[in-house]
């Protein structure tokens, strides 16, 4: 099953205007699961990011073909803005990527991935018969 690292989403523009930066936050999706969000509850992962900064996530997704990853503005006084999304497949989990979240809006980010190894990195035929031999 892939698994990758979000290890940082990266701000290249903020979608805020003037000296307030942007108030992070994902909500993704493995194959045809639920959506879930980062971090959990209502808050930001990072807040008041600007360009040129980085958002060091470091959140591992395990999913078995597909992968949807969202990116939003947090905000308390009006709605939530939508900063863009990648959607990753199996072959995305095997190199780091880079990927531009192509925002529509103000706001441009960029997602970085690294491939997270399987323990032991084996077949699991290779693994000795479990209780060991028979007496
Ligand atoms: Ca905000
Ligand atoms: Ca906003």
Known sequence: MPKIRLT???CLAT??????????YIRYRAD????QRFPTGTGSGMSNIKAGEDWNVDLVISYRTALRID?????TT?????????NYNEADAEAPHVYNTNSDRDGQYEFYTEPVATRGGGDERDAPPRGGPGR
């Open 8 to 10: 940082k989403v990266h």
């Open 15 to 24: 979608g805020e205007t003037g000296k307030n930066g942007d108030d992070l």
């Open 32 to 35: 045809s699961g639920l959506e």
């Open 71 to 75: 990116l939003y503005d947090n905000d």
């Open 78 to 86: 009006s709605a939530n803005d939508y900063l863009g999304y990648h």
